[in-house]
């Protein structure tokens, strides 16, 4: 074997906060192959993008590289001079973002884009450069390869703007290129797309890759081999099936261990109870646009709904109907047998404290501004009246329920917080109000598993103490299995299917929902190759939903 | 022509001296990262900084007199300034370690991290505050006091056509000047901090509210606004003022409060339209829409979740805007219908005093008097905008 591409050894990184150097990543080698694929996984703030973006020689701004070495290829990439650097990025090292939305440049056309480094490295000429696009489009079974490149950003979706991004990485042929978390914001049945070009082409042009995500099952399909980091530290490096079956260290045991929490069935429904929250035939619209056509289901005491479907499916649009923001143009919602009025301003007090919600962000759902006891005892104040030592003691209480200590937290603000302390808050803050029922819209999408799983569990307790009813909104399957009781599948504003937790794991069901669970990647690294194997490469993903 | 040749040949000296730095600086240091990746363009900073320092200091000790024995102006001009920079710093970093060893553990901790210009900034604004509060007690003389001699000149040194009882001179009718200065931080300072908190209260609060009500009010209130600031503001005011005069006499009320709400009115608008652009941003979040299911109230939603949020960017208005009413304020006293003599203000103080600039050449200590006044707004303004600085680089360093 020839000298490994990549050759990184005892890095370490250091960013500054407060005036002062913070070790990001302390003493870590490694090791890359030509044609081969390393995936990188750890949770938010392990340094997984820094470490990425360490191996092309950069580090972002406020970040310095204090000891180490980095090699490309036998270059020096540290001590490496600008015009060395500015011969390589681009070149023969490429970089794919994680949201190609927000990378692109709005204002020129995706071609545009795409010819721009070849033709400024000398590779090639524009028409050269335009043809070998096309070339890439096709290759990466974008729809109209031909005319799709002379669209802008904006015309396309999401799924293949981040394969516009791999193609435009591929322009040049680089050795190297780095993926940090390409399929993160998009839905599973464009993820599998997106996953399979990625390889394919990957595969065809012997590049060499780094692959960056806090997914394991995506990383079982995409790497060769898997390195786990854990607050800036090599956790274990393995070949990816020894580090599925065999992981050594207690850490990677517990990332493969998330995935098993599951609730015990209940009992099934007393069918002549009356459900807490009742929707009846609803449609909605956005102006002219119709979202929601004839949507009803019912939602029983103590009781968790999922519902599921990808972005634009109207999982979203029905909560804002429930909670009165977007009053419907048809149909009505039950509270308890009571028909609630349709927007929230007609509702009173003790209507609107019924039904809480807790927010996907929860960077943008607590007010930065207000600390943590101010945020937690508005809606005790607002709604109980309390006042002094009983607030105080309720905000206490509150916090204790979340588990967080209550005389550590109370006066920090939400930056000071995790992001899975801050989404506890954000469910303490729902708890204040003392309602019947929660509306938890994609919670535990934004957090790490790990982190995720303990939200899951903390709600999954308070149901079972308080007795709450949930309408659980996510595109995540596995979350479903977790915690949910009944499942609603939603595409295109309408429910497509509606069953019991059992049933809907279990086959027959319907073609969109078969087609949703197998999107789902496993844990098996085999599983994408048998999918495509299984069911051809124009039946997965978007190109299947379009076929419906 | 000679001039420009000389000029030519200075930068172009410089930018010979830039590339022969860099080289001799790679090959000195065997090729270092620094001096490498070095663009010229740097290089060339570097050494017309260097320039520039060693000329400032050649210049700083040449002879205060000509050979014909007149005051070298700008020698002397050059070294009040720089005596006047060393103080600064000198007085910023003795208040900053007085801070540092005195008050409270919060107190303590603000001055650690507090940059010298801050605390230069914070220092300026108390001594204004403290003179403007207590000009009685301060000031030796009364502001509409005349004395015998005038045109005194600074300095109080006989010799020099000063007076020791006048440490600053007297003004054209013989007002003795630092007692007219101190009373008119009383006077501009606080009528224009008065004006611009008005303007605030008024911006902000409209802004805020047609950013959370959007629909027909937000159009009604921003086509006002519109039309308002289409309308050149110095000439609107003085149109205001002109009739406003007019009530004054007739009811008796006087003119500085119809002149504080006119310029807070014509100035709300630029606070609104800020207000309302950073509200707009706001009024999407998570969190607000909490707090409307909640069945939160308007006074609630605009005080409580959005304006904390506000803060950074109105502030850093408010740092500007007060500079800008304090120029319409001086502005307006110059065309006669600002703040009414005999009463004190710097703005009046200047252009009383303007014609003395032209003895700047033979006899620099007259040509100071104006220049009290105008570097005592220049002072405050330059004060204010550090400390808004400060307060907005410490607001966002805690939203990250």
């Known amino acids: 074997m020839s000298d490994p591409l990549v050759k990184i050894r005892g890095l370490k990184l250091e960013g500054r906060s407060d005036e002062m150097w913070m070790p990001i990543i302390n003493g870590v080698d490694l090791t890359l192959n030509r044609g081969e694929v390393l995936g990188l996984i750890g949770e938010s703030g392990a340094g997984k993008s820094t470490l990425g973006l360490a191996a092309m020689g950069y580090t972002r701004d406020g970040v310095r590289i204090s000891e180490g070495s980095v090699e490309f290829d036998g270059i020096d990439l540290l001590t490496a001079s600008a015009a060395v650097k500015r011969g390589l990025l681009g070149k023969r090292i490429a970089y794919v973002a994680q949201s190609a939305a927000a990378s692109f440049n709005p204002a020129h056309k995706i071609i545009d884009q795409h010819t721009e480094a070849p033709t400024q490295h000398g590779v090639m000429g524009r028409n050269e450069s335009v043809d070998d696009g096309i070339t890439l489009y096709n290759k990466l079974r974008l729809p109209n390869p031909e005319t799709i490149g002379f669209r802008y950003p904006h015309q396309v979706s999401g799924g293949q703007l981040q394969r516009a991004m791999t193609a435009m990485a591929m322009s040049c042929r680089p050795d190297l290129i780095i993926f940090d978390e390409p399929t993160t914001a998009l839905d599973v049945t464009t993820q599998i797309e997106v996953l399979a070009s990625i390889r394919e082409i990957v595969e065809e042009y012997d590049t060499a890759a780094i692959y960056i995500t806090h997914d394991l099952a995506v990383v079982a399909q995409m790497a060769d081999n898997i390195k786990v980091l854990l607050k800036g530290d090599e956790v274990e490096t393995a070949d990816t099936r020894t580090m599925l079956s065999k992981p050594q260290e207690e850490y990677t045991k517990s990332l493969w261990a998330v995935r098993s929490f599951e609730r015990p069935a209940k009992p099934a429904i007393n069918t002549g109870a009356t459900p807490v929250v009742s929707i009846q035939n609803v449609d909605a619209a956005y102006g002219t646009v119709k979202v929601l056509e004839d949507v009803s289901f019912d939602i029983h005491e103590g009781r968790t709904v999922a519902v599921v479907g990808e972005s634009g499916s109207g999982k979203s649009t029905t909560a804002r109907c429930i909670t009165g923001l977007l009053p419907p143009t048809k149909g009505q919602i039950l509270f308890d047998g009571q028909v609630l009025p349709a927007s929230y301003k007609a509702r009173d007090k003790f209507q609107l404290r019924q039904a809480q919600m807790i927010y996907q962000m929860a960077d943008t759902a607590l007010n930065p501004r207000m600390s943590i006891g101010k945020i937690i005892e508005r809606p005790v104040q607002f709604y109980m009246g309390l006042s002094g030592k009983a607030l105080r003691q309720r905000v206490d209480e509150l916090l204790e329920q979340i588990e967080l200590e209550p005389d550590k937290y109370f006066n920090r603000l939400p930056s000071e917080l995790s992001g899975g302390q801050k989404q506890r808050i954000g469910i303490a803050r729902a708890l204040a109000a003392e309602p019947k029922f929660i509306i938890c819209d994609e919670v535990t999408s934004a957090l790490d598993q790990l982190v995720a799983e303990g939200i899951l569990r903390l709600l999954a307790d308070l149901q079972d103490k308080l007795s709450l009813s949930y309408m659980f909104i996510t595109h995540d399957l596995a979350t479903v299995r977790a915690i949910s009781d009944e499942v609603v599948v939603m595409k295109d504003g309408r429910v497509i299917e509606q069953s019991a937790k059992a049933e809907m794991f279990q086959p027959p069901h319907h073609a969109y929902t078969d087609l949703l669970l197998s999107s789902v990647p496993e844990m098996d690294p085999d599983w994408l190759t048998n999918l495509l194997n299984e069911r051809g490469v124009d039946n997965i993903g978007d190109a299947a939903v379009d076929k419906m | ?400």
């Open chain 2, 1 to 400: 022509m000679s001039t420009l040749l000389w000029l030519v040949t200075v930068l172009g000296g410089i930018a010979v001296a830039g590339w022969v730095f860099r080289f001799a600086g790679q090959t000195v240091t065997g090729n270092a990262p620094r001096f490498r990746d070095m663009p010229y363009g740097v290089a060339f900073g570097y050494v017309l900084g260097v320039s520039i320092l060693a000329w400032a200091i050649w210049y700083y000790f040449q002879p205060v007199t000509t050979e014909q024995g007149l005051p070298n102006a700008g020698v002397m001009f050059f070294r009040w300034g720089v005596q006047g920079l060393i103080i600064a710093m000198i007085a910023a970093y003795v208040f900053r370690f007085l801070g540092r060893l005195i008050g409270t553990a919060n107190s303590k901790k603000l001055f650690r991290a507090m940059p010298l210009t801050a605390a230069f900034g914070i220092l300026t604004i108390i001594i204004y505050a403290i003179f403007a509060i207590f000009a009685d007690a301060i000031a030796p003389y009364g502001q509409e006091q005349i004395f015998e001699q005038a045109n005194v000149l600074p300095g109080g040194d006989p010799a020099l056509g000063g007076d020791p009882a006048h440490p600053l001179g007297t003004d054209q009718i013989g007002r003795d000047i630092l007692s007219r200065l101190i009373y008119g931080a009383q006077n501009t300072v606080g009528i224009a901090f008065a004006t611009t908190c008005l303007a605030f209260a008024l911006g902000a609060t409209f802004g805020l509210l047609a950013a959370v009500l959007g629909g027909w009010l937000d159009q009604l209130l921003s086509r006002a606004v519109d039309v308002l600031m289409a309308i050149p503001s110095l000439i609107f005011a003085l149109l205001l003022m002109t009739i406003a005069s007019v009530w004054a006499s007739e009811w008796g009320i006087p003119l500085t409060i119809f002149m504080v709400v006119i310029i807070a009115v014509i100035d709300s608008t630029r606070v609104f339209r800020l207000a309302r652009a950073v509200g707009v941003n706001i009024v999407v979040m998570d969190y607000i829409e909490a707090a409307k299911l909640r069945g939160e109230g308007m006074g609630h939603l605009i005080f409580r979740e959005i304006l904390p949020n506000a803060t950074a960017p109105l502030l850093a208005e408010f740092g500007l805007r007060f500079c800008f009413v304090f120029l319409t304020i001086a502005a307006l006293s110059f065309l006669g219908v600002g703040i009414q003599p005999p009463l004190a203000d710097w703005g009046t103080m200047v252009r009383d005093l303007a014609p003395f600039i032209n003895f700047a050449a033979f006899a620099p200590l007259a040509a100071v008097t104006p220049l009290l006044a105008a570097g005592a707004i220049a002072l405050l303004t330059v004060a204010v905008n550090f400390v808004v600085d400060w307060m907005l680089h410490r607001s966002s360093g805690l939203k990250e």
